[in-house]
Structure formats: C-alpha cells, structure tokens
T-cell receptor, first 115, second 113 residues
Framework: AQSVTQLDSQVPVFEEAPVELRCNYS??????LFWYVQYPNQGLQLLLK??????LVKGINGFEAEFNKSQTSFHLRKPSVHISDTAEYFC?????????????FGGGTRLMVKP | EPEVTQTPSHQVTQMGQEVILRCVPI?????FYWYRQILGQKVEFLVS????????KSEIFDDQFSVERPDGSNFTLKIRSTKLEDSAMYFC???????????FGSGTRLTVV
C-alpha cells in the first residue's frame, strides 16, 4: 500500500521569500508523483508531475519539485512567492502499474503568504 | 481551457435520502474518477471508471454507492441512502490517458442532515 506524508500542515511565509513544502511517500513499487493546488472554493489543479526522466520537474506558476528516490521525497519549491500563491497544496502518488490509476493524497499543506 | 463541470456546487439532503452528484468530464477524456474530502481530512479515492465499467474502487465505495455514464457526456455518482458520515466535498476528475494527470472539477459539497 502507498502512503503520502506532508510534514507541515501550515507554512506561513512572507511575500517574495522562498518556500519549500515537504512531501514524503512510502511505496514498495515504482511511483508517479504529483503536486496539486487548491485555491479557496475551487477544485484541485495540477501543478506538476513526475513520471520518469529528470528528477527536477518544473510546473506552472514558477513551482518546481525534485524527486529523490533514496529519500522517498518529492518536495515542492518556489524561489519567490506571491500573495496569490496562498492556497492548499496536496502531494499525491500513484502506481504506474495500477489499472485503476488511483491517486493517494497527503493531508495537504496550507501555504499562507503574508505581505 | 477545458474544464470538468460538477453540479450542484452544494447539496443538502436528509439522512436516508438518495442523492445523485453530476459531472461533465472533458469531452475527449476516457478515464473518470470520484474522490471525496471530509472536512479536515485527506482527499480519498472512491472509484475509477473506464470503458463503461469500474476499474477500481476503494473500501469506501460500498453497495450504497454507484456510478454511471448514462449518455456519453455525464458521469454520475449515486448514494442510495445517505448517512451523516457521507457529508463531504465530492470531486469528479477525468484524464485522457492513465497517469497523464487528472483534471478535477470544483466539487460538490454534500451536507447530510
């Protein structure tokens, strides 16, 4: 069974500061990894994904994440955040060999960007 | 940009009543999903659907739940006899290919009273 742990439930940060949102996963098989963002009263929007290849993945809105297989981590980073990045961020994992293609989500991290 | 549309955005129902949550996936997508998020908890997988049948379902998706793609455009989730613990945000999603990355709808907030 797969599981995802997002170590921080809330991350407050000042505008224009860098941020890292942490994600660790456990799985006995190879994985695909995703980060989703949820703005207030909206659905989940895909930020970026790792399927294979380069371990550094760039996504929308200036976010990037690095897949570290030895540490089973997929941390999300942004060098300079904006007020508009305030949202809930979810890390998720799937099994490439799973026919149902289900995602297992972490508990989410609320990013709060302060002026 | 294509969207997954969910209706209604909020539904209040009495315990024991049947509810149908509706979703219109992106038109060229082939894989469809339902997830739910109980307030303050993780987003949880319910069911995946491909080629007019269920591909996988979770333990949550018991006999009270069913899904249907009645007309080639809508994708519905039915809860036969709602319980208080069914209160949650329900998300529909679709994808063109497996693991391509889902597109989620904005959700239906179901409140069972």
């Amino acid at each position: 069974a797969q599981s995802v742990t997002q170590l921080d439930s809330q991350v407050p940060v000042f505008e224009e500061a860098p941020v890292e949102l942490r994600c660790n996963y456990s799985s006995s098989v190879s994985v695909y990894l995703f980060w989703y963002v949820q703005y207030p009263n909206q659905g989940l929007q895909l930020l970026l994904k790792y399927l294979s290849g380069s371990t550094l993945v760039k996504g929308i809105n200036g976010f990037e994440a690095e897949f570290n297989k030895s540490q089973t981590s997929f941390h999300l980073r942004k060098p300079s955040v904006h007020i508009s990045d305030t949202a809930e961020y979810f890390c998720a994992v799937s099994d490439p060999n799973n026919a149902g293609n289900m995602l297992t989500f972490g508990g989410g991290t609320r990013l709060m960007v302060k002026p | 940009e294509p969207e997954v549309t969910q209706t209604p955005s909020h539904q209040v129902t009495q315990m024991g009543q049947e509810v149908i949550l509706r979703c219109v996936p992106i038109s060229n997508h082939l894989y469809f999903y339902w997830y739910r998020q109980i307030l303050g908890q993780k987003v949880e997988f319910l069911v995946s659907f491909y080629n007019n049948e269920i591909s996988e379902k979770s333990e949550i998706f018991d006999d009270q739940f069913s899904v249907e793609r009645p007309d080639g455009s809508n994708f519905t989730l039915k809860i036969r006899s709602t319980k208080l613990e069914d209160s949650a945000m329900y998300f529909c999603a679709s994808s063109r290919t497996p693991n391509y990355g889902y597109t989620f709808g904005s959700g239906t907030r179901l409140t069972v009273v």
